[in-house]
């Protein structure tokens, strides 16, 4: 079995689609085996690709707004 960890640390690798990508290859991605839930999102804006901080965005906020949830705990 692949731990998380390693599998984090490939994905953050990835520069699969360098050669499409405006700003280059950044993939955002936060994850613990502790999580209740997993939010996956497409194609980030440039203020996440910029911080490498997923949501963190006026969409972040709008979703977090939905689900109740503060910046802190999500």
């Not at 901080?53 to 705990?73: A, E, F, H, T, Y």
């Amino acid at each position: 079995m692949v731990s998380l960890a390693r599998t984090l640390k490939e994905v953050r690798a990835c520069e699969i689609c360098a050669g499409d990508l405006p700003l280059g290859p950044r993939p955002v991605v936060i994850a613990q085996s502790s999580a209740r839930i997993l939010v996956i999102g497409q194609a980030p804006g440039t203020k996440v690709h910029v911080s490498g901080i997923p949501w963190d965005d006026p969409l972040g906020d709008r979703l977090r707004d939905w689900m109740q949830v503060s910046k802190n705990i999500f």
